[in-house]
């Protein structure tokens, strides 16, 4: 492969192994073609390490325990700290299952006011805050918010445009995502792709296996498939949330299903711990008995979850 390089005034074309753009689950392929003696070129407009790492996943993560910890207490009031969330849609985290939704707004709402179904036009400058105007998409009616800081949560498109991968022969879908098979190629011969390029399931665990699995087609005639059967994910808020799986709306269109749900206060520590409402909820296969999803909200629920992820994968 080669790479165009700049020097002094000029450019060269160096050539080299293998070709890595992007620094987040990228470095997994960066070490192993290292560890196989391959020359690298590690191309990264920066900083080192992708979003994970400087302004996802990593940092969030350091604000959630001191978070956590002012809901425990119950501080939020006393310092003085008022939060209002203004949601499009009709309920909180939507892909959730309906009662754990339900459940969150309902907690979420003793510490902070919730519009749901309300739809942002318009954002001004007012002094040393901010006036944020809204409108219910129900009764259509026009709401009026001030707040001092805002926090903006817009989602994610594809950047793909920024590589020009039309240029190689690339594909990328309507979404502007980059289009592989289940081997993670790409429609052009000895180009992969991984992570958020490709639009699958935009979790920093996810990439790094994706990463594992098109390096090992990369230099293998024997292909290994990319699995997402058993891909959880977690919601960092107040109670927590972690799910794995199909949810039961999802499982229905496929299968005969059964649907169980247990509460933490079944369990002795449940009860110690004053959780009457918290709870995990099963939606398995009825004929074999197999766990088709998973879903828990309340504490600890990302680190509960392994112990369901280890015999979903199976």
């Known amino acids: 492969m080669s790479a165009l390089t700049k020097k002094g005034k000029g450019e060269s074309m160096k050539e080299y ?160 995502y980059v289009k592989v098979n289940d081997y993670l190629e790409t429609s052009k011969e000895n180009i992969w792709a991984l992570g958020d390029a490709i639009g699958k399931y935009m979790f920093r665990h996810v990439a790094n296996h994706e990463a594992l699995v098109a390096w090992h087609n990369s230099i293998h005639t024997e292909e290994v498939k990319m699995e997402y059967r058993a891909i959880p994910h977690a919601v960092f808020s107040h109670p927590q949330i972690a799910s794995v799986g199909l949810t039961e709306e999802q499982a229905k269109k496929d299968y005969d299903i059964v649907v169980g749900k247990a509460n933490y206060s079944a369990v002795a520590k449940g009860e110690a711990m004053m959780e009457t409402e918290s709870f995990a909820k099963a939606i398995v296969e009825k004929s074999s008995m197999k766990i088709l999803g998973f879903h828990i909200i309340g504490p600890y629920a990302p680190i509960l979850i392994q112990e369901v992820i280890t015999t979903h994968g199976k």
Request: with cysteine; hydrophobic share 35%.
């Open 17 to 176: 192994d293998v070709v890595v753009i992007g620094s987040g689950a990228g470095m997994v392929i960066v070490e192993g073609a290292l560890s196989q003696g391959l020359r690298v070129a590690l191309v990264d407009k920066g900083p080192l390490g992708g979003t994970c790492l400087n302004v996802g996943c990593i940092p969030s993560k350091m604000l959630i325990y001191p978070a956590d910890r002012i809901a425990e207490i119950q501080e939020a009031k006393k310092l003085g700290i008022d939060v209002t969330i203004v949601q499009r849609r009709d309920r909180l985290v939507r892909n959730e299952e309906p009662e754990i939704s339900e459940l969150l707004k309902r907690e979420m709402a003793k510490r902070m006011k919730i519009y749901t179904n309300t739809e942002v036009s318009e954002v001004k400058k007012n002094g040393d805050g901010y006036t944020i105007i809204g409108r219910d998409k129900i009764i259509g009616e026009e709401k009026e918010f001030t707040a001092e800081h805002i926090m903006i949560a817009t989602g994610r498109k594809s950047n793909a445009d920024l590589l020009k991968v039309e240029n190689t022969g690339v594909e990328t879908d309507e979404r502007g």
